[in-house]
């Protein structure tokens, strides 16, 4: 009866228990892109909101998913994994932005994420720095035909997730673009990290939303966030996504 009762506990930040979710989510960071993204699907339902968190559950072309927020930055995106896990989820697709750390990379374009070098400090609390962060085959394969398919320009490999976005130095910019970086952004090498750790599958397809090397950020346009152009792409993102779940 006890491990009934706890099975059965609602998990204390994305407030649900098992069974309620699916076991394929999609992770974006904001939570106002839970819905944009839910609202391609075919049915949806909001199954809970607290703080950064924001879940829905979908029905797509026939495949129930999962829809979950995880908020800025590794710490709160570690607490959405292994609350995830905890309730059942067995693969994720991190969806994002990010910004470019390689000439010729531009806005509105994809990144499909092979690995993650971690300069954050969430996953070193869980292992040492010389353990990788590598997105599973089945997802990045998914991801890739998905984006073929669907005509989108991307480009395929390894990242770096930082915690610090006002740190971002001409320095460490330089020192990420000759290591051969794609990107820069905030959560993804600990989405997979975690995922190895707790033998889950995930990966993640990201909005390239400025070019660091080339100077451009977001924010930059009129005081907006994104320019019309990434926001669009930002959907086009969300429509791979849940295409390539169909395959998983």
């Not at 908020?71 to 994002?96: D, H, T, Y």
Request: charged share 30%.
């Amino acid at each position: 009866m006890q491990d009934e009762n706890k099975n059965m506990r609602k998990q204390p930040h994305l407030l649900v228990g098992a069974g309620e979710l699916n076991e394929i989510a999609l992770l974006p960071g904001d939570p106002n892109r839970v819905e944009m993204i839910a609202a391609l699907a075919d049915e949806y339902e909001i199954i809970s909101e607290n703080r950064e968190y924001k879940i829905c559950n979908v029905e797509y072309k026939g495949k129930s998913l999962t829809i979950c927020s995880t908020g800025i930055g590794c710490p709160s995106a570690a607490i959405a994994i292994e609350e995830l896990c905890k309730v059942g989820v067995k693969k994720m697709i991190r969806v994002g932005t990010t910004g470019a750390l390689q000439k010729g990379i531009e806005s509105g374009e994809f990144i499909i994420v092979t690995g993650a070098a971690k300069e954050e400090g969430t996953t070193k609390k869980y292992e040492s720095e010389g353990y990788p962060a590598v997105a599973g085959h089945k997802v990045v394969s998914a991801l890739i035909e998905t984006a073929k398919l669907r005509d989108q320009k991307f480009h395929v490999g390894a990242v770096v997730t930082n915690d610090a976005y006002y740190a971002e130095t001409e320095d460490y910019i330089e020192k990420w673009e000759k290591a051969g970086l794609l990107s820069v952004e905030m959560e993804t090498s600990v989405v997979l990290t975690l995922s190895r750790r707790l033998r889950m599958e995930a990966g993640a397809i990201l909005t390239v939303d400025g070019n660091l090397v080339e100077g451009s950020k977001k924010g930059e346009n009129k005081g907006e966030e994104f320019p019309r152009k990434v926001l669009d792409k930002i959907e086009e993102m969300g429509r791979i996504a849940l295409d390539a779940s169909l395959l998983l």
